[in-house]
Nanobody, 126 residues
Framework: QLQASGGGLVQAGGPLRLSCAAS????????MAWFRQTPGKEREFVGI???????SYRDSVKGRFTISRDNVKNTAYLQMNSLKPEDTAVYYC??????????????????????WGQGTLVTVSS
């Protein structure tokens, strides 16, 4: 199971860090992704950290968002800096047990993920 937390209200330009705590074993073998969704739109890929540590991000968050993981704490993080109002969304974490390269993981359909967190709302005010 995955438990996402850390969402809230933040002013534009500010930072926020989301956490995704995983229960169970073998966390280190899973690649951990973050998605976001706004009303009426499909869930969109934000970024992913591969089980081996490599990362990949959507273009609109590159240089602002950073995904990391702590395999001892079984937790993945999404550090968001220089937030913009258009980053407002419900953010979800997801886990997938896959040996795909980052290029393949970026395009992985959402229904291929093994586990999802419940979502945490991030609101960026202008």
């Amino acid at each position: 199971q995955l438990q996402a937390s850390g969402g809230g209200l933040v002013q534009a330009g500010g930072p926020l860090r989301l956490s995704c705590a995983a229960s169970g074993r073998n966390f280190s073998s899973y690649s951990m992704a973050w998605f976001r969704q706004t009303p009426g739109k499909e869930r969109e890929f934000v970024g992913i950290i591969r089980w081996s540590g490599g990362t990949s991000y959507r273009d609109s968050v590159k240089g602002r968002f950073t995904i990391s993981r702590d395999n001892v704490k079984n937790t993945a993080y999404l550090q968001m800096n220089s937030l913009k109002p258009e980053d407002t969304a419900v953010y979800y974490c997801a886990a997938v047990d896959s040996f795909l390269a980052l290029s393949g993981l970026r395009d992985l359909p959402v229904d291929e993920y093994d586990y999802w967190g419940q979502g945490t709302l991030v609101t960026v005010s202008s």
